[in-house]
């Protein structure tokens, strides 16, 4: 995505329809949730990497519209592939009013990396426990409730296949989007010489970008010396300043 | 005994002991869930030898041989 498409997709006004965003790692059943939430008929299929561009529908829930978009797969949103670059920038620079984070629950330990990358990006999430069926099949039994505690988020266990969780899941998302729910990530804490360098980083990048875009993770990208990730958000802060 | 991941052969359980490398090709393989203390499992090999497929906590991970080799594993 490059500089131009930055201003077009900033104009999205808020009467316009919420879109959500479904994202999470690889095959965790996210096209079949996309499926269960809209009705169309995206073709899902039990390997990774297939959702590669991605695919929006739509639902009405209460009388409002929804656009529902179906991202690909991924372990991180740091952008080692094409799929991390389409579902990282969908979630920066598009900003749905939700993003879904869909989790397997057999092995909800390596979902949570994601979880946590997306909640340094935005707060408005919510985690999507899929896949209860085969964790009740493996005996393994998830707490939502002190997930949900612990994570600072809304957590709906699912069964996305089987339609189970859909309607708790749009009443959840609901709920966000009208701040009758307001989700509080609890937000990875870095040894302290990493957080006093956000600490410096992090005004300067509000200064030069403003608040569009989540200065503690930029701030950590910079950190790392991604410089690949910075570039992406330049041309926005030099369009803004020709403005 | 310490050994490199792609010296593992199929079947074989290996446990994390370091990643080594850093920036990027570092994160990739954290973000893949290779942490010090992980069990790794060869799954299969693709018929030309690489890439391999690991079982790593619960998701099947295909790897080039020249990623693999950044990660000390034990055996078991
Ligand atoms: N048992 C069970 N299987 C499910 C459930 N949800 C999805 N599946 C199955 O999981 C497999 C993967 O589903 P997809 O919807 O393609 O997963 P995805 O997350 O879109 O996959 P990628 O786009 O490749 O990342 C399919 O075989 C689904 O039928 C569920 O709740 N229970
Ligand atoms: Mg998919």
């Known amino acids: ?35 269960a939430l809209t009705g169309l008929h995206q073709h899902t299929g039990n390997w990774p990497g297939k959702t590669v561009l991605h695919s929006r529908g739509h639902y009405v829930y209460q009388g409002i519209n929804y656009t529902v978009v179906d991202l690909p797969g991924t372990y991180s949103l740091i952008a080692n592939s094409i ?3 389409v579902a990282r920038d969908f979630i920066c620079f598009q900003k749905p009013e939700v993003t879904v984070v869909v989790a397997d629950a057999t092995c909800l330990e390596r979902n949570l990396n994601l979880v946590l990358q997306i ?3 935005t707060s408005q999430v919510i985690l999507a426990v899929n896949l209860m069926d085969e964790a009740r099949r493996k005996k393994i039994t998830i707490d939502d409730k002190e997930l949900q505690r612990r994570l600072g988020v809304p957590v709906v266990p ?4 089987q339609g189970v969780g859909v309607s708790e899941l749009k009443d959840t998302i609901a709920q966000v989007i009208d701040r009758r729910i307001v989700p509080h990530p609890r937000l990875v804490r870095y040894e302290p010489d990493i957080e006093d360098a956000i600490a410096l980083l992090e005004p300067q990048i509000i200064r030069a970008l403003g608040d569009g875009i989540s200065a503690r993770w930029l701030s950590l990208r910079i950190l790392e010396g ?11 802060s030099l369009i803004k300043e020709a403005v | 005994m310490n050994i490199k991941l792609p010296q593992l052969r199929p079947g074989q359980r290996g446990i994390v002991q370091e990643i080594q490398g850093e920036g990027l090709t570092r994160r990739r393989m954290l973000d893949l869930g290779m942490v010090p203390g992980t069990l790794v499992e060869v799954v299969r090999r693709s018929p030309l030898g690489d890439p391999v497929a690991y ?21 078991c």
């Open chain 1, 158 to 161: 699912m069964e996305a296949r």
């Open chain 1, 226 to 236: 991604n410089l690949d990730i910075v570039k992406n958000f330049l041309p926005a």
């Open chain 1, 1 to 35: 995505m490059d500089g131009s498409d930055l201003t077009l997709l900033n104009h999205r006004n808020s009467n316009e329809e919420p879109v959500i965003a479904l994202a999470g790692n690889p095959n965790t059943g996210k096209s079949t949730l996309f499926n």
């Open chain 1, 119 to 121: 909640m340094e990006i």
């Open chain 1, 83 to 85: 799929d991390e670059e």
């Open chain 2, 55 to 75: 079982q790593i906590r619960g998701a099947v991970i295909a790897l080039r041989k020249d990623e693999a080799s950044y990660i000390n594993v034990t055996t």
